[in-house]
């Protein structure tokens, strides 16, 4: 091919989104792009993914699995294991920079989530960040998820504030955001270099918690989740047969044990879950018609036409992470601090704004996984594996309005990505000799529906939950536990208590009827192939990620004296003093001008939780301690006048196990201004994504005062804190 025939490629992956979520695919939500892709292209049901994000994303990118790239578990969980260490291999190169290589224009913007946090501070390495893997161009955060309104935003390899716009008045939403950077990088690859093709990959933060979105995108569903996720998973089901995206007598499985019944809940406790979903089915249309403005401009550029366009529903099934109540901010629930049903009542206008950090409930994690069994981070049934995935190219596939329904996998994209593009997978990239791509290129199915299925065998493992599929069988070996105590200690379990079952996918769709007695031959059969795909990946002997786990790189590790200065910006919360669980001190050596100072002096942490020391617009230096919606101290002393000043914090914690109060001190020049006691403190973290910061706040503030909030009118000269002290 010629560079200028050579199609341009797009490829769009959800976050957490189960199989019968979307409209297009029998779902409550309208997804009205997916279903203008869908008329236009090609719709697949029978794709997989890994059953959670970041190995998702790294088998989407180097066409191989997940654990043989190093990345067999999402990053927050990485431990000392070559398969699970969170650290992209060499030998299993992205596709984005062969593209590159071969002419390709190359950007990522969106969710990352594939750097390590040890690598992901601003003294680097900046290897394993997209401009280290291929890409030309990065906006979007480095984390598993960020605030929608108030993001943790980074472009290339510097943190920067989000554009400016009111996020409590709706005029900031970071999907949008996404996509206005798409299209501008798209329109200055045409007016600069029109002969070249170019490669988007565009991975929004939705619909992962927190559930974000402006108002009237809600208001849209009201009332119409009421009946509960009961009878929505079979309404869902019913819609899926009419609209032939599962075949006929595909039976619905069973709510697992796990999961009330929606007729148990109490009237309150239904006013919550509504709520939440409805926030949801917002959050989700919102994000796809977002897409559909990014589809919009590839046509008014008139490059629609020779565009792959890969639009992937989902990294892997809907997150059942708000546990069963669902949560206003979830961040304490997966830390086993569940707000009351009361405080949820008292704070539902809140729900999908900029002072929430929601997830809805499992129940609901299950309804939009229909026909199929569990959802997110359960590999071993495809309510975690099997997303919808739709696929346009009018240039390139003369098929429109069709469904293709061979086995297809997340590996099978970057294989795809080359052979459309004319381009062989290389042997040796940068010296480092290659390893073969895992995935089979999906071009064979464009237009042929009835082609026999190229990727016979796939593994599937996460957190001990493990299949493998095999020409039309699956067995499948769930490891107990819940997938929604993320951040609690576990209890281990040996794998020789699980239950293998089996599965004859070829004639039941829906994984709904287990034959593992009728047919043991065939279980020991595919037990075995399961043992040899997993020491092929180096994952024997099998570990469970939620329990099993050595400590990785820290760049704080044995420190308990610290230093810092104003520009330093952009800290991982892992990266930065460990300050859960025991009492410290923080001292700021400041100056104040004439006119008086105001600002953020320190902070770590967001919304959902976190603790930040600033001053107001009149100078007054204030305390804000926020431990999700359990509690929060607000401290306060007087302007500061100007010259010099120390102002300090003392945190002595109440100590007696994980989780406990502490009482917190303000003090000014030597004197303490104000004292209160918060009665509780994070068990393992204030956040995933938000930061450690000098002198502003990236990502959204913990104070109450304006997003970002940078030291203005004077000085912060240092900071300095103390563990233990």
Not at 293 to 304: A, M, Y
Not at 323 to 330: C, D, T
Not at 331 to 352: C, H, K, P
Not at 483 to 508: I, K, S
């Amino acid at each position: 091919m010629t560079a200028t025939s050579r199609p341009n490629i797009v490829v769009v992956l959800l976050d957490d989104v189960g199989f019968g979520a979307s409209g297009t695919f029998g779902g409550p939500v309208a997804t009205p792009t997916l279903d203008d892709l869908g008329a236009k292209g090609l719709r697949y049901n029978r794709f997989h993914t890994t059953a959670i994000c970041s190995p998702t994303r790294a088998s989407l990118l180097t066409g191989r699995d997940a654990h043989a790239t190093g990345v067999g578990t999402v990053l927050n969980s990485a431990f000392d294991h070559p398969a699970y260490k969170g650290v992209l291999r060499p030998e299993t190169a992205p596709v984005a920079g062969t593209l590159r290589a071969s002419g390709y224009s190359t950007a990522c913007i969106g969710k990352w989530h594939l750097a390590p946090t040890w690598e992901s501070s601003q003294v680097g390495p900046f290897d394993r960040w997209p401009t280290g893997q291929g890409f030309d161009t990065f906006y979007g955060f480095l984390g598993g998820e960020t605030h929608q309104f108030q993001p943790t935003l980074f472009e290339g390899t510097r943190p920067v504030d989000r554009p400016v716009g009111d996020s409590d008045a709706g005029d900031y939403h970071l999907t949008e955001d996404l996509v206005d950077r798409s299209l501008e990088w798209v329109r200055m690859q045409r007016a600069m270099t029109p002969d070249n093709p170019f490669f988007l990959y565009l991975a929004p933060g939705a619909t992962h918690a927190p559930l974000h979105v402006p108002e009237e995108w809600t208001q849209k569903y009201a009332g119409h989740f009421d009946a509960g996720w009961d009878e929505m998973r079979a309404a869902t089901h019913a819609q899926q047969v009419a609209a032939g995206v599962i075949p006929e007598g595909s039976g619905l499985t069973p709510r697992p044990d796990e999961i009330p019944a929606w007729d148990s809940l109490s009237a309150d406790e239904r006013r919550v879950a509504t709520r939440l979903m409805e926030v949801y089915a917002g959050f989700l249309e919102h994000t796809d018609v977002q897409i559909g403005r990014l589809v919009e401009g590839l046509r008014e550029n008139g490059d629609f036409e020779n565009t792959l366009f890969c639009y992937v529903v989902g990294d892997n099934g809907s997150s059942a992470e708000g546990g069963p109540p669902g949560s206003i901010n979830y961040m304490g629930a997966l830390q086993g601090m569940q707000e009351s049903v009361q405080t949820q009542l008292d704070g539902l206008d809140r729900i999908g704004g900029p002072d929430s950090y929601a997830q809805y409930p499992a129940g609901w994690a299950w309804a939009m996984t229909a026909p199929f069994q569990w959802m997110k981070q359960v590999a071993s049934h495809l309510g975690g594996t099997r997303n919808p995935m739709v696929l346009t190219w009018p240039k390139g596939i003369s098929s429109s309005g069709e469904l293709r329904s061979q086995f297809s996998h997340v590996n099978d994209l970057a294989p795809t990505l080359l052979e459309v593009a004319g381009i062989e997978a290389p042997t040796h990239v940068d010296g480092v000799e290659q390893l073969p791509m895992d995935g089979t290129s999906l071009v064979y199915s464009f237009d042929d529906p009835g082609a026999p299925e190229r990727h016979e065998t796939q593994y599937f493992e996460v957190n001990g939950h493990r299949a493998v599929y095999h020409r039309g069988w699956l067995a499948s070996a769930h490891h107990g536990g819940v997938p929604w105590t993320v951040g609690l200690p576990g209890r281990a379990r040996d794998f020789d208590e699980d239950r293998w079952e089996l599965y004859d996918l070829t004639n039941d769709f829906s994984q709904s009827v287990d034959l593992a007695e009728k047919h043991p031959e065939k279980l020991t059969q595919l037990r075995a192939l399961f043992e040899q795909e997993a020491e092929r990946v180096g994952i024997l002997p099998l570990v469970d990620t939620r329990v099993s786990r050595t400590r990785m790189p820290n760049l704080t590790e044995g420190r308990t004296s610290f230093t810092f200065h104003a520009g330093v910006v952009g800290v991982p919360e892992s990266q930065a003093p460990r300050m859960i669980g025991r009492s410290w001190h923080l001292r700021a050596d400041l100056t104040v001008g004439d006119d008086g100072a105001r600002g953020v002096v320190a902070t770590m942490g967001g919304r959902a939780a976190g603790w930040s020391l600033w001053l107001d617009d009149t100078g007054v230096p204030r305390l804000t301690y926020r431990t999700f919606e359990i509690d929060a101290v607000h401290l306060a002393g007087s302007p500061l006048v100007a010259g010099t000043h120390q102002v300090e914090i003392v945190h002595q914690y109440d100590g007696g196990g994980r989780g406990r109060g502490a009482e917190l001190s303000l003090v000014v020049d030597g004197t303490e201004v104000d004292r209160g006691h918060v009665r509780a403190t994070p068990p393992a973290v204030f956040s995933i994504d938000e930061t450690f910061d000098i002198g502003t706040s990236s990502g959204s503030p913990v104070g109450d005062h304006p997003v970002t909030w940078p030291f203005t009118g004077g000085t912060i000269k240092r900071v300095d804190i103390e563990l233990d002290g």
